[in-house]
């Protein structure tokens, strides 16, 4: 994404769904799946796929274990997704900026 052409917004980023995840997971070093699905207010399935999306993207890092006998995902954005949302916001803010008062 070239950051100075604010009508180039990363379509990885640029959507409700996967605004949220990656705004949630920008302030937190990581995150489980479970804490971010309660967070974002999606489901089981809405959450993985774009999860998955953002993983091939480098965006998102999955780091999957158990905890007993329970299976734990724990999620953190890389230093891709974060100069992605980064360069993302500054985007957005460019083009808001030009809208009129």
């Known amino acids: 994404m070239n950051a100075s052409d604010p009508t180039h917004l990363d379509r990885l980023i640029h ?7 990656m705004a949630y997971l920008y302030v937190v070093e990581k995150a489980d799946f479970v804490f971010l699905m309660r967070q974002t207010g999606m489901t089981q399935g809405s959450l993985s796929s774009p999860l998955s999306k953002r ?3 480098g965006y998102v890092e999955i780091e999957k274990s158990f905890k007993g006998k329970r299976p734990l995902t724990m999620l953190r954005l890389t230093d891709a997704g974060r100069t992605g949302l980064r ?8 083009v808001l900026d030009g809208i009129p008062d």
Do not use: D, K, T, V
Not at 15 to 21: C, K, S, T
Not at 87 to 94: G, I, P, V
């Open 15 to 21: 959507e409700p769904g996967r605004l949220m995840i």
């Open 55 to 57: 993983e091939a993207a």
């Open 87 to 94: 360069e993302y916001r500054e985007s957005m803010s460019r």
